[in-house]
């Protein structure tokens, strides 16, 4: 599967299935900004602009940090966040 990191120039890059976008991000020098990894502090949040779809459920942490309209819209925390398949992410 691809993860495509937009403001990268649309650097696209393989990972493994279940993989947490922001280890993706780290390992292939995507840019995701971040701070503690962990789920506390909020700076990796992000936008997935494509494949959604391909990403696995919202967590509690998440939902700390983003609003119900934000979820909306694709934002998710990259640190929480485990791809499934095929994504673009921008933030």
């Not at 696209?12 to 390992?27: E, G």
């Not at 949040?45 to 779809?53: A, D, F, N, Q, Y």
């Not at 983003?66 to 485990?82: D, I, K, P, V």
């Amino acid at each position: 599967m691809h993860v495509t990191f937009v403001p990268k120039g649309e650097r696209q890059v393989t990972a493994p299935y279940n993989s947490n976008l922001l280890r993706v991000s780290l390992r292939e020098q995507g840019g995701i900004p971040f701070k503690c990894g962990g789920g506390v502090c909020g700076t990796c949040k992000c936008r997935i602009v494509l494949g959604r779809e391909n990403t696995d459920t919202v967590k509690a942490k998440e939902r700390k940090h983003l609003s119900e309209e934000q979820l909306a819209e694709g934002y998710r925390m990259a640190c929480q966040t485990f791809v499934l398949g095929d994504v673009a992410v921008t933030w």
